[in-house]
């Protein structure tokens, strides 16, 4: 594998390059420097978030100071990396050296970490420039960003609608030209379920590729880092530079990460992909014909497609809301006012504990702690904890069993378009039903990617989801690079930086 | 003592037997702390030893030290257990100083199961389980009444947050608070053997709770338990086992109930006291800690870790009695062989005895000299050590000579013969010795006719006079010997 070492790199790889790429060749070419670049983005920020608040934090003068040393590699003629000058948003729940990291909970308000998460490291090691702090469902909880404590991002492609979440902050930066690449995390859909909404590229890694240290963890068997993107070639490259072993988290996997960018211009000639039934039944006419409209391209590329039920799929939902919030309500136990973040004076350190959580969490994070804590309890246990982890276990073999048919699975990302901002608060399963499609692989650790195909009547994106078996991303992006370019055109959003 | 009950050998007592378990918690000495490499260390200023990882930061994850699974091996392994692949779970409650509010250890996959312990009187403590988890911080309350309810404020030092632990939980087979003792002392002597634990109690790298519980004598049923913690010493173990038998006991005789708690032992009042009933206890919550994964130690590295370790205490102290030959040694040697070996001195017997020293004479001073300043002890250089026995040995010095050169031995080295006529000691010849002898006779003539008439505590009164008149250069046993001869 020659990654990214080749000539040219990184505008080697094949298919359609997007503005992160092209930024990239430009700088590191010296025909654009990063700091025009920076510039170039805080301005769009200036312009439009103010309608989306797609950020919580912009970060102007680090970002200036970022550029500042890339171009400064440039001129002296070192390698500034393979995202030379990209400015990139960061999900707030991502660690960010001495800037701001508040998983968009009043818990953390204020809280600036003492390190850089492992990914943020590797980005800036790649000439990256971090330009801001998304927003995003409390801590990570929920699928519109309307459970944030700092106010609900909004749909470029119509502000009356959310942007999907928890990711959504990411999902709508890129969509709406204010970064030309994002970071999010998937825990249960939270980097492909936004992506879709907002008709960008969502990638979900396969669990342990890359590194979750200084993630800030909502259910850590679950969550996966991984990249918002314009294109497919994109969300490869970015890919290719986050993953790999980190000798800080000792769920990555020992073997080596495949790079994934060399595999883009390979077709579908003769791969087996297999249209997962239970990933189309039931959603949205405009959803399934999409499916339907892009597994025709792949079977009219070549590919032999056929349609394959994977019954167990079903329990993916049910068992997910077990196992994230039960790990959730361990993980959050640690904002208990002592060390950091908020603090609610009371008399006893109990009291203090329990009022600076009351005061603290929003509605959703309270609900999931509840019934994460509940699932947990003494004689519930089994029946609750235990059962789901059978049931992952479940649907594991049974995707074991579709993969042996089948190179890659396909399906729908998501049930519906972008719904309306406050359509479903009041209605916490309606609400969860939006990551049925998006659970099973995390649930596997499997890798999954959304792509933008085409819009429903109302001219909302749709996205459909590639899956494919542990560290099978090279096939996956392979896929959908084949899906996006037979991908119809998508209007651009209305709300976009000129 | 408990209210002057008999008590046999087995530990019963007025008709009730107790039943006693052990749950031992050892800081394991490795250089860093278990889930990230911030120094494990006792005693630095506070909040100084620490990073994001022990201090539960938002993000941070932790990563397994491997020296402490072959810490906890080494234990697991000189306790006979069985090792097993592991998990780690969260242990899930809410407490200042423990720094994401749930702990790291091991619940039903713990890494060693089913060993035993031999104790010096020859009965046998079964193992259940000796398994790896992470300390807390450790916290002051300051000022109000002290305690965590009533203080005027608290402060925290994590500085202890994440040091590995191994808690070894015994069956309950101990019959009475001697054997407790005579456990946890064993206990610590294999835990400094393995070299994974210093043991100190005091330090608090060695921790003891005991569950107590009684029941009638003969009867086979187990009682109602209560768990006493805050143990810092041998003794304390002792006392709170013995008041614990005794309150529970009382009860019962009563016609009341034991109530399944945890009690807190008041070292100054020489009383438990509840802290919290069964009721009460905490739902901890048990899950597998999502962020490790499972410890499973292959054949290769159980056997390279068993074949670094050394001799235990009860072998030792085996080579050591075979020193003085087959038949089994009387108390008081057996005691000298006990402190030689809890002090790790054993080396310093064997080599002197190898090299001709009688060994009642080497142990005597290791055990009663040596062992005292442990440290320098264990330092000292061995060939010096046997130089100045045998000196002794050969009556050349005396023996409070010989203590006076092995104190500057231990504490600043050199060569014992330039010692000692650096400080102008040597023994008295025989001669000399008979003259001061006989001078201090016709000095006391009264006494001395005394003694000759039978009152045989008169010995010590020469014997004192005759040290004192030559500074200590007299042998003892000799001025003994030469006072027998005059009197005839």
């Not at chain 1, 069993?401 to 901002?421: E, H, M, S, W």
Request: charged content about 20%; proline content about 6%; some cysteine.
């Amino acid at each position: 594998m020659t990654g990214l070492g080749g000539p040219g790199a990184p505008g080697a790889p094949s298919g359609r390059p997007g503005p992160a790429l092209d930024i990239a060749r430009a700088v590191r070419a010296g025909s654009v420097s990063a700091l025009e670049t920076v510039e170039r983005y805080l301005g769009a920020i200036e312009e439009v978030d103010g309608e989306l608040h797609a950020f919580v934090s912009v970060l102007h003068e680090s970002a200036r100071r970022e550029a500042g040393a890339v171009d400064a590699k440039v001129a002296g003629g070192d390698d500034p990396g393979p995202l030379a000058g990209v400015p990139v948003a960061v999900k707030d729940n991502m660690c960010t050296r001495g800037i701001p990291t508040t998983c968009s909970s009043r818990i953390l308000e204020g809280w600036c970490p003492p390190y850089d998460a492992t990914v943020v490291q590797r980005l800036r090691a790649a000439g990256a420039i971090v330009i801001g702090k998304t927003n995003l469902d409390e801590f990570a909880m929920g699928s519109s960003t309307e459970n944030s404590a700092f106010g609900v991002t909004r749909n470029p492609h119509d502000p009356g609608r959310v942007p999907g979440g928890s990711s959504g902050g990411s999902a709508v930066a890129v969509a709406a030209g204010m970064a030309p690449l994002a970071l999010g995390s998937d825990t249960g859909g939270s980097i492909r379920q936004p992506a879709a909404l907002c008709g960008v590229v969502g990638m979900k890694p396969t669990y342990g590729t890359v590194s979750r240290y200084g993630l800030v963890a909502f259910a850590s068997s679950l969550d996966q880092i991984g990249p918002l993107t314009t294109t497919v070639t994109e969300s490869a490259v970015v890919f290719d530079v986050i993953g790999g072993q980190d000798p800080l988290d000792s769920t990555c996997l020992e073997r080596p990460v495949p790079r994934t960018v060399t595999a883009l211009d390979e077709g579908v000639e003769g791969l087996r992909v297999g249209v997962v039934r239970e990933l189309v039944e039931g959603v949205d006419a405009g959803v399934g014909g999409a499916v339907a409209a892009a597994a025709e391209a792949l079977a009219g590329a070549g590919a032999n497609v056929e349609e394959v039920s994977v019954p167990e799929l079903r329990h993916g939902l049910p068992a997910y809301y077990i196992v994230a919030p039960a790990e959730a309500s361990s993980n959050l136990s640690r904002y208990d006012g002592v060390r950091y973040g908020l603090r609610v004076e009371a008399d006893t350190a109990e009291a203090m504990n329990a009022a600076t959580r009351a005061a603290g969490f929003g509605p959703e994070v309270k609900r999931r702690i509840l019934l994460g804590t509940y699932a947990l309890s003494a004689g519930y246990y089994e029946a609750y904890y235990g059962q789901a982890q059978k049931v992952r276990t479940l649907i594991i073999d049974a995707l074991a069993a579709a993969y042996q048919r089948f190179d890659v699975l396909v399906g729908a990302t998501t049930p519906t378009t972008a719904f309306a901002i406050g359509a479903k608060v009041d209605d916490p399963w309606a609400m969860y039903l939006s990551d049925v499609c998006t659970v099973p692989s995390n649930l596997a650790g499997h890798p999954a990617i959304s792509i933008p195909f085409g819009s429903d009547g109302s001219g909302l994106p749709i996205g459909v989801q590639v899956l494919a078996p542990a560290l099978g991303e090279p096939v996956m992006f392979q896929v959908a690079a084949v899906v996006e370019s037979e991908a119809p055109v998508l209007a651009p959003p209305r709300v976009h930086a000129p | 003592m408990s209210g002057g009950r008999a008590k046999t050998q087995s530990g019963e007592t007025g008709g009730w037997e107790p039943v006693i378990g052990l749950e031992v918690h050892c800081e394991l000495k490795t250089q860093t702390k278990l889930f990230c490499s911030c120094r494990n260390a006792f005693g630095d200023p506070p909040n100084t030893n620490i990073c994001p990882v022990c201090l539960g930061l938002p993000g941070s994850l932790p990563v397994l030290n491997i020296r402490a699974v072959e810490y906890a091996m080494r234990i697991g392994l000189a306790l006979h257990c069985e090792i097993r692949p592991s998990v780690f779970h969260r242990k899930n409650y809410f407490y200042p100083d423990m720094p994401k509010d749930y702990q790291v250890s091991q619940y039903d996959a713990p890494i060693n199961v089913e060993g035993w312990l031999e104790l010096p009187d020859d009965s046998r403590v079964r193992i259940e389980r000796a398994h790896m988890e992470e300390d807390t911080g450790k916290t002051s309350h300051i000022g109000g009444g002290g305690r965590i309810h009533d203080a005027d404020h608290s402060l925290v030092d994590y500085n202890r947050a994440g040091v590995p632990l191994v808690e070894i939980v015994s069956k309950p087979d101990i019959r009475s608070s001697g054997q407790a003792r005579l456990y946890a002392s064993e206990l610590r002597g294999i835990l400094v053997a393995t070299g994974a634990s210093d043991g100190r109690m005091e330090e608090g790298s060695m921790r003891v709770d005991a569950n107590v519980s009684v029941r009638p004598a003969g009867t086979f049923e187990l009682g109602t338990r209560c768990e006493i913690k805050n143990l810092n010493s041998l003794r304390s173990l002792g006392r709170a086992i013995e008041y614990e038998i005794e309150r529970q006991v009382g009860l019962l005789e009563a016609g009341d109930k034991v109530i399944q708690q945890t009690r807190h032992w008041n070292e100054d009042e020489g009383v438990t006291v509840a802290l919290r009933s069964k009721e009460e206890a905490f739902d901890y919550r048990y899950f597998p800690e999502p962020d490790l994964v499972p410890v499973v130690p292959d054949a290769g590295w159980q056997s390279e870790v068993a074949a670094s370790l050394g001799p235990m205490p009860a072998e030792r102290r085996d080579k050591l009695a075979a020193l003085f030959g087959p038949e089994p040694v009387g108390r008081a040697v057996a005691d000298q062989i006990a402190t030689v070996v809890e002090h790790g001195l054993d080396g310093l017997v064997t080599a002197a005895a190898g090299a001709g020293i009688d060994p009642g004479r080497v142990l005597a001073r290791t055990a009663n000299e040596a062992a005292a300043e442990p440290e320098a002890a264990r330092r000292v250089d061995v060939a010096a050590f046997i130089a100045l026995m045998r000196m002794e040995q050969e009556g050349k010095l005396s023996a409070t000579q010989t203590k006076t050169v092995l104190g500057e031995l231990l504490e600043h080295g050199g060569d014992p013969a330039e010692i000692a006529r650096r400080r102008g000691l040597e023994a008295l010849d025989t001669g000399s010795l008979s003259v001061v002898v006989a001078e201090t006779i016709a000095a006391h003539p009264e006494e001395w006719q005394r003694f000759v008439d039978g009152e045989e505590k008169l010995m010590g009164f020469f014997t004192g006079h005759v040290m004192r008149a030559t500074a200590g250069q007299a042998d003892g046993k000799a001025v003994a010997a030469e006072l027998i001869r005059l009197r005839g």
